[in-house]
């Protein structure tokens, strides 16, 4: 059929009195000569005539004009539109079920809604995801093995908790109080670090009239997850607020034993001191024998000949060496041959070879291991504390990086004579910023 459309205006594009129509296209292709909406024939006209004669001649308002235009619309109509089915608001039609073509093998479910008029109505739910038969679902293999490794992870640290607690029962724990010297807002503290003072003597239980030989302050940095031993030199010369008066450091131990130990470097160097650990020399022995030796290496041609010719044991050489508890416990006491900078830096040595060979060694040994020690050790962190240390030590603490850092820092201190005795003499301002720049930052 033809494009046609009417218009009520002039050529001009105003609308005239009289209505005119006009037509935009027409049908070029039809050989005869035949009315363009009536389809009728044009008698006695030219082709000429024809084309002049425009739609503004033909009545509109003839009858059989109108009958023919409604008969060819209605033809048009059923031949090209699609039926549209007559509308019926209640009637209930099951939904279709449209297939995405990856539904597997396996009934669809249907469940079931109301409608607001209260009727049940059928509606089609998402796919079930079920494999067909004889293909297991990809990835299904992987979600088995990792459910089984985390079940059996979840049975192993509950049964090392249970053992651990047995076998941390047996250690020696003294609650200390807290420090009446110092305030809170005069220590500095962190979340994230946690400080523990390791103390080495040659006594257990009752302290006092004993020196500390050895005063390592571990801070567990998780932030920058970093172990930081600190050691301090004995012969520092510092106030003991216990008492009232200054002395050497380790000296703090024989008066009041660890909480004075830890009162007085807290007042002195003002960094805060969560815990202790104390370990007596035999548990020391005891510890690097059960682990099966350590190996330190640098050991100084002077280090190895005092150890051969003073100490008597002979296999001790220059460079790396495989050392048992007694030679690694001789070697953190050496003394005479330098001085106690030299002497904390061997211990922090011995420490660190500990460290890593403890990462070498399975927990259910270390578990034994500790099993034999405990009771040579003091301490007053709590059980059940003391074993989420112990878990997260091996699962993460030891896999840190360790630094390490003595006070005095170099460049510090003097020597000094106090009556009879030489000490070590410290800026307390420098070493206290030092000193908290490196286990804070």
């Known amino acids: 059929m033809d494009d046609i459309y009417f218009s009520d205006k002039n050529k001009n594009g105003k609308k005239g009195n009289k209505q005119q129509r006009e037509r935009i296209s027409a049908d070029k292709t039809s050989s005869k000569k035949e009315d363009i909406v ?9 082709k000429k005539e024809e084309m002049k004669k425009g739609f503004a001649d033909t009545d509109y308002s003839d009858e059989s004009f109108s009958l023919d235009f409604k008969k060819k619309a209605k033809e048009i109509a059923r031949k090209n539109a699609a039926e549209v089915p007559d509308y019926k608001p209640y009637e209930v039609k099951k939904p279709e079920m449209i297939s ?5 093998l396996g009934k669809k479910i249907i469940s079931q809604n109301r409608t607001p008029q209260g009727q049940r109505v059928a509606k089609a739910s998402a796919p079930v995801s079920r494999a067909p038969k004889g293909k297991k679902k990809k990835g299904s293999a992987k979600v088995k093995v990792f459910l089984a490794l985390a079940s059996l992870l979840m049975v192993l640290v509950l049964c090392v908790g249970a053992y651990g607690l047995v076998v941390l029962s047996g250690i020696d724990y003294e609650e200390i109080g807290t420090n009446k010297h110092v305030t809170e807002s005069e ?14 003597c040659d006594a257990r239980g009752d302290v006092e009239g004993n020196r500390s030989d050895t005063m390592i302050l571990l801070s567990i940095d998780t932030k920058n997850r970093k172990l ?7 012969d520092s010369y510092v106030y003991i607020p216990e008492k009232g008066f200054s002395n050497k450091l380790n000296s703090s131990f024989s008066y009041g034993g660890q909480k004075c130990l830890m009162d007085t470097l807290e007042y002195n160097f003002g960094v805060n001191i969560d815990n202790y650990v104390m370990v007596n020399f035999n548990a020391f022995r005891q510890l690097v024998n059960l682990l099966g030796g350590i190996t330190v290496d640098g050991v100084t041609e002077r280090e190895a000949k005092y150890m051969r010719e003073e100490v008597k044991i ?8 495989k050392m048992d508890g007694k030679t690694a416990l001789w070697y953190c006491r050496i003394r005479y041959i330098d001085n106690d900078f030299r002497r904390t830096e061997r211990q922090r040595k011995v420490i660190s070879a500990i460290i890593d060979k403890v990462i070498k060694t399975d927990i259910f040994t270390l578990m034994n291991i500790c ?14 504390e003391l074993l989420g240390l112990g878990v997260n030590a091996v699962l993460r603490y030891l896999r840190y990086d360790i630094v390490q850092q003595q006070i005095p820092a170099d460049g510090e201190w003097a020597d000094r004579w106090v009556g009879s005795q030489q000490v070590v003499a410290l800026d307390f301002e420098a070493n206290k910023r ?8």
């Open 38 to 46: 009536s389809g009728n024939q044009s008698k006695g006209s030219s």
């Open 100 to 104: 995405s073509g990856r539904e597997p």
């Open 187 to 200: 220590l500095v503290t962190s979340p994230s670090v946690k400080n523990v003072l390791l103390i080495g």
């Open 228 to 234: 930081k031993l600190t050691s301090f030199l004995r």
């Open 314 to 321: 002979p296999s001790v050489k220059a460079g790396k060496n």
């Open 371 to 384: 099993k034999e020690v405990l009771p040579n050790v003091s301490t007053d962190i709590k059980t059940t």
């Open 434 to 441: 030092i000193l908290k720049e490196f286990i804070y930052e």
